[in-house]
Structures are given as structure tokens and as C-alpha cells.
């Protein structure tokens, strides 16, 4: 992890929470002076949005504090329950619309006025969420956050649900007002979809999931690399909240000492930790003699070029 993680994080939390504010109060205005339900899913939206993004910034400033003696491993690993904690406000804000938008379609009495308004608004919000999902997405990843990723695909799938309002709106405008709690059901799946995908990547985090096969590939070839390393087996990495812990067997000749040995595990560790997504490395020796040495399928098909080419 960078040195810079900590305030980096912060600071995207604020931004997050002073836009989504900001945009909350710009869309419930427009929701009363036209009447939209597309606008009112919308400002339901950005408010959800509000209240997770002041969940996500304290639990930023809890998961960027330095290690402690109760958690010698910093405190990472909380992130993944805030990424769930904004998959329960995204449900709510899809619920509460897709339910006002059924009702009104089941009873007919759709309605909008000073369609204009509402159309700008959106388009506002549209452009500044694409805006926020470009840097969020960025900082996300280069920084290995799962609640700014979470919050960047939130943030993206609210440029389709802005979209998708906005045609409902001027569609409604121009004489044809089903379109408005039609686009307001589009919003609010909008909306749901995101909290699945919020809730698949976090719980992924959670149970201990594999990272991706070119990482893994990677762990791979940097223990490899070390010119006493014959081989290596039983390579094992999983996600421990959003960092990555390995563990694996390394292959050396017994006819090493034992200091030799130290600096060749020690070699590959530094190897493995350099990357910044891994955290902790654990590496076992295995000498010629101890009849441990194996062919592990998955480790040769790992150590192949990067792509898997």
C-alpha cells in the first residue's frame, strides 16, 4: 500500500459527500418545481447518496489508521463492510422509486409540469457524476479501495439513471407523461443492479476469494525469478478484506545452509510484498532431501507469460 493511501482516501470521501450534498438539494428543488417522479427517484438517489457517503468517509478515516497493538495489521479489512453498508443504502433508494413509480403506473395518474427545469438539472447531474465515477474509479483502484470502487460504480450506473430520466422527463413534457414513472422504473433498477454488484464485490472481500489470475500469475513468477528457486507448489493467495496474504513452498537444494536458506526465502518475500495490492507473505523452504518437491499444475500454468500466452 502507498504512503500517500491514507489522505488520498480522506480526501475523495469529503469530495464524495459535499457533491452528492450538493446534488440532493439541486434535484429535490427541480423534483418541486416540476413534480417528476423520474426527478424524485433521482433526488431519492443522491440523497441515499448523501448518507452513505457520510458512512463512507468515517469509515475511511477508521480503515486508514495506523496498525495498533489490537490490530498489528492496520485496520484494511473494515473497508469491505462499509462497500456493504453503501449496498443497503443503494436498496433502499431502489425500493422506495421502483415503489412510487409502480403505484403511479397502476393507478394512471401520471403527471409532470416545467419539464425544462427537471431536463437541465439531470443533465447537470449526468455530467458531474461522470465526472465523479472517472476519479473515484481511479483513486479505487490505484489505491486497492473497495468502498471508492463501490462507490465509483454507483456513481457510473447514476449517469444511466440520470439519462434515463431525463427521457422521461421530456417525454413527459411533450405530452406523454407515462413516460415519467416508466423512466422512474428504469431508474430504480438502475439503482438495484448496482447494489448487487456493490454486494458480489465486497462479499468476495469477505470470504477469502482468490485475486485475479494474472496476479496470481505474477506472485508466481517473482518467486520463481530468485535464481535458487527450483520450483515452487501449494501457492496459496486469497483476499484478507482488500489486501492479498501468500502463502507457498519454495524449492531449493539442501545442500544450503541455513543462512542461505534465510536469504533466499527472505529475498522472495520482498519480491512478492513489493506488489501493492499483497500484504503479508509467508514462505516455506522445501530442501531436495525432505522428498517434498512436486510438479503443481496450477503453479506451471501460472508461471507462464503474463495473458497466458
Do not use: C
Not at 12 to 34: D, F, I, R, T
Not at 56 to 68: E, I, S
Not at 239 to 251: A, Q, R, T
Amino acid at each position: 500500500m502507498t504512503d500517500d493511501r491514507p489522505r488520498v482516501l480522506r480526501r475523495v470521501g469529503v469530495l464524495l459527500l459535499a457533491v452528492n450534498v450538493g446534488l440532493a438539494l439541486l434535484k429535490g428543488w427541480a423534483w418541486v418545481a416540476s413534480g417528476s417522479l423520474a426527478v424524485e427517484g433521482e433526488a431519492v438517489n443522491s440523497l441515499a447518496d448523501s448518507v452513505y457517503s457520510l458512512v463512507t468517509v468515517a469509515g475511511l478515516y477508521l480503515t486508514t489508521r495506523p496498525p495498533d497493538l489490537g490490530h498489528p495489521h492496520g485496520h484494511e479489512r473494515i473497508e469491505p463492510f462499509v462497500g456493504l453498508f453503501v449496498a443497503l443504502g443503494i436498496f433502499a433508494a431502489g425500493g422506495t422509486v421502483l415503489y412510487q413509480s409502480g403505484t403511479t403506473l397502476l393507478s394512471g395518474e401520471a403527471s409532470v409540469s416545467r419539464g425544462p427545469v427537471a431536463v437541465g438539472v439531470l443533465a447537470v447531474s449526468a455530467v458531474t457524476k461522470y465526472g465523479l465515477y472517472r476519479y473515484v474509479r481511479a483513486a479505487g483502484d490505484r489505491h486497492n479501495s473497495p468502498a471508492l470502487v463501490a462507490t465509483a460504480l454507483d456513481n457510473r450506473n447514476d449517469i444511466l439513471t440520470a439519462s434515463a430520466a431525463i427521457v422521461g422527463v421530456a417525454g413527459a413534457t411533450a405530452g406523454y407523461p407515462v413516460l415519467d414513472p416508466l423512466a422512474a422504473v428504469v431508474v430504480a433498477v438502475g439503482i438495484l443492479y448496482t447494489g448487487v454488484e456493490v454486494v458480489r464485490d465486497n462479499m468476495g472481500y469477505l470470504v477469502g476469494r482468490a485475486p485475479p489470475e494474472d496476479l496470481r500469475g505474477e506472485i508466481v513468477r517473482r518467486a520463481l525469478a530468485h535464481p535458487d528457486v527450483e520450483g515452487a507448489h501449494d501457492v496459496v493467495a486469497h483476499y484478507v478484506g482488500p489486501e492479498i496474504d501468500v502463502s507457498l513452498h519454495i524449492e531449493v537444494q539442501g545442500d544450503r545452509t541455513l543462512l542461505e536458506a534465510h536469504e533466499i526465502e527472505t529475498a522472495v518475500i520482498d519480491a512478492v510484498r513489493e506488489l501493492p495490492e499483497v500484504d503479508d507473505v509467508f514462505v516455506h523452504v522445501d530442501p531436495r532431501e525432505a522428498g517434498e518437491w512436486k510438479a503443481d499444475e496450477t503453479v506451471e500454468d501460472l508461471a507462464g507469460e503474463p495473458g497466458g500466452e
